[in-house]
């Protein structure tokens, strides 16, 4: 394992070499960061076990965990302790990451008592951090809500733990048979654990994403039901084939390390989750998405949902980094409120994880909907100017592509041996 964690680290940082400067530098600098990035894997796997099972890391969590401490100490082995930890590690990396782009956006800038305009005009606050509401949910369990509003780079960012319990609806359940779930009793005591996150940028040159992953448990007569969803997908406004290509791969070699069949298997269920069937489009381009994974094993699946989770960083934040000081105007500004309007529709009509929410019982419905953007727009009968790069960006949406071109590489290998 620390042998995956170490490639993982030394694809990233070829990645982000050649998008920026890395390239550029001297060949002992760069084989210093492949070194230094060996250790750091090096020194994690000696902290965790021989089963590479999460740790319990007080200090680095953006709030205290909802269960308490010394349950989780009492329970490592749970694979319920195992999530939630997993799942307060990856909320605690995710939000720094993005903290430290708001704070290097702001180095060498005006204070705001610098600027001269108008006291109606809006100004990025140059303070900018993460808001954390840590709440608790009376029919059992809770959740952590980290929400970052008004920067210079994230105009809205949203990462959301829960860890829940109680008993599921009616309605929930009938969702859960309808997707070839068998439960018999219409009322079932259950465990949910997940981390969702949304992050809508400033710049309509840096893309909005979307991850989440989670662990369900369901107790029927048959005993203990469990599984594994989630997924991490890309929406942007202006198509950057580059991006994507890169987005795509980093996937790619998270799902590797434990099945080859796992991304395209996975990539076009994203492409067919995240459509809006009434426009005929995507949302984005795509990603990765599954459910009811409950297989090869427990544990193994664990690891897989784990590999993603930690492909999050890598696979956004160099674009982010790349496009975040682009220039950009008025048209491209109304371009992505327009879009953003289309990312409403789809997770109030659509998006399964939304209405599972809305069915909760004691549902808190401001973390289910933080996934909305601060600003959006629906233009009536809004129309993209043809040869446009919003009408390229269109060409993309309405017909997925094969970014990694895996599809041409079958087809030529099937061909040969033909």
């Not at 042998?3 to 400067?21: D, E, H, Q």
């Not at 200090?59 to 010394?70: F, G, K, L, Q």
């Not at 997924?231 to 070699?253: R, S, V």
């Amino acid at each position: 394992m620390t042998l995956k964690v170490i490639v993982r680290s030394i694809r990233t940082l070829s990645y982000v070499g050649g998008y920026k400067k890395i390239k550029d530098r001297p060949i002992k600098l760069y084989c210093a960061a492949l070194v230094g990035a060996g250790y750091m894997a090096y020194n994690q796997h000696k902290k965790n076990t021989a089963e590479m099972k999460e740790i319990i890391q007080l200090s680095n969590y953006m709030a205290e965990p909802i269960t308490p401490v010394d349950q989780l100490e009492k329970n490592r082995d749970d694979m319920k302790t195992q999530m939630e930890l997993l799942i307060m590690r990856i909320q605690a990396e995710f939000c720094r990451a993005l903290e430290k782009e708001e704070d290097e956006a702001w180095k060498d800038e005006k204070t705001v008592d610098e600027y001269d305009f108008d006291n109606d005009i809006y100004l990025p606050h140059p303070d900018a951090k993460f808001k954390v509401d840590r709440w608790m949910r009376k029919e059992g369990g809770g959740g952590i809500t980290c929400v970052l509003q008004d920067g210079r780079v994230f105009e809205k960012a949203g990462v959301n733990i829960s860890v829940v319990s109680g008993k599921l609806p009616p309605a929930a359940v009938q969702q859960m048979r309808s997707r070839g779930k068998k439960l018999e009793n219409s009322e079932l005591p259950f465990f949910a654990a997940g981390v969702s996150a949304v992050i809508h940028p400033r710049n309509p040159m840096v893309p909005t994403i979307h991850f989440n992953y989670r662990y369900f448990e369901v107790q029927d007569k048959d005993g203990v039901q469990w599984w594994f969803g989630g997924g991490t997908d890309l929406t942007p406004y202006y198509l950057d084939e580059q991006d994507a290509q890169h987005f795509h791969l980093t996937l790619k070699h998270a799902c590797d390390e434990h099945d080859t069949a796992y991304y395209p298997k996975f990539k076009k269920w994203c492409d067919d989750y995240f459509s809006i069937p009434h426009r005929g489009e995507r949302r984005g381009v795509g990603g990765i998405f599954f459910d009811d994974v409950d297989y090869p094993s427990q544990q193994e699946a664990f690891k897989f949902v784990t590999s993603c989770a930690e492909a999050v960083v890598p696979s956004y934040i160099p674009i982010v980094k790349k496009h975040k000081d682009a220039a950009y105007g008025y048209y491209e500004r109304q371009w992505q409120l327009v879009r953003r309007g289309r990312y409403v529709e789809f997770n109030l009509i659509y998006d399964r994880g939304t209405k599972f929410g809305l069915h909760t019982p004691d549902a808190r419905y401001e973390s289910i909907l933080m996934s909305l953007p601060l600003n959006a727009k629906w233009e009536y009968m809004h129309e993209i100017k043809p040869n446009s790069p919003e009408a390229e960006l269109m060409k993309v949406l309405k017909q997925p592509r094969d970014w990694l071109n895996i599809e041409k590489g079958q087809s030529q290998a099937q061909r040969s041996t033909a």
